[in-house]
């Protein structure tokens, strides 16, 4: 059984920096790819960034692009969220996920994933 736990969040001023973390227990991330998303009150749940298996190929929203910086350890255990230059509308709760499937590219589509975390509140302030 694959379980995903986040953690990291928390309150920070607009403009500060937060790094999530998403720990693996039943599986590590080594042959899958992983993502984050994040669902902000009232809307729906929105993808963030992917890794593929390998972690040569990142994807980005637009609106985080450039700020946040997905990764992994090297055992492959971990896989991390950093943010930078945070916003007021990054308020949301983020979401790790995985696939079931071994060898994903790091796709954007939410239903590719099959495994989900409990999330974590990232609250920015103005």
């Known amino acids: 059984q694959v379980q995903l736990v986040e953690s990291g969040g928390g309150l920070v001023q607009a403009g500060g920096s937060l790094r999530l973390s998403c720990a693996a227990s039943g599986r590590t991330f080594r042959k899958y790819a992983t993502s984050w998303f994040r669902q902000a009150p009232g809307k729906e749940r929105e993808f963030v960034a992917a890794?593929?298996?390998?972690?040569?190929?990142?994807n980005y929203a637009d609106s985080v692009k450039g700020r946040f910086t997905i990764s992994r350890d090297n055992a492959a255990t971990t896989v991390f969220l950093q943010m930078n230059s945070l916003k007021p509308e990054d308020t949301a709760v983020y979401y790790c996920?995985?696939?079931?499937?071994?060898?994903?590219?790091?796709?954007?589509?939410?239903?590719?994933?099959?495994?989900w975390g409990q999330g974590t509140q990232v609250t920015v302030s103005s």
């Open positions: 890794m593929s298996w390998s972690g040569s190929n990142r």
């Open positions: 996920a995985t696939e079931g499937k071994v060898y994903g590219t790091g796709t954007t589509v939410r239903d590719s994933y099959d495994y």
